[in-house]
Nanobody
Framework: QVQLVESGGGLVQAGDSLRLSCAAS????????MAWFRQAPGKEREFVAA????????YYADSVKGRFTISRDNAKNTVYLQMNSLKPEDTAVYYC????????????????WGQGTQVTVSS
């Protein structure tokens, strides 16, 4: 079992930056694909970014490409999401997810989830 705990969310203004962290316990993350999803009120959970375990290949949703960066520190068992140039439409609860399979962009492709951290971007 893998337990994931997100942190780093908050209330910021448009154009600001935030860095989310996802700390894992229970298993080492070094062999897991890690991803970030988000869910805004009244909307479905959507893919944001993912990073593979094998070669740290990254993949981003078009809506965040060039603004967000996903990275991992296997020694710290932690995954990060650096979010720059934040927009009001980035407002959502952000979830960390993990799975042993290759990169996926759908929530049902991930077995382990954190509880989420709220990110609110004011205009």
């Amino acid at each position: 079992q893998v337990q994931l705990v997100e942190s780093g969310g908050g209330l910021v203004q448009a154009g600001d930056s935030l860095r989310l962290s996802c700390a894992a316990s229970g298993r080492t993350l070094s062999t897991y694909t890690m991803a970030w999803f988000r869910q805004a009120p009244g909307k479905e959970r959507e893919f944001v970014a993912a990073i593979s375990w094998r070669n740290s290949r990254t993949y981003y949703a078009d809506s965040v490409k060039g603004r967000f960066t996903i990275s991992r520190d296997n020694a710290k068992n932690t995954v990060y999401l650096q979010m720059n140039s934040l927009k009001p439409e980035d407002t959502a609860v952000y979830y960390c997810a993990a799975d042993l399979r290759t990169i996926g962009t759908y929530p049902n492709e991930y077995d382990y989830w954190g509880q989420g951290t709220q990110v609110t971007v004011s205009s």
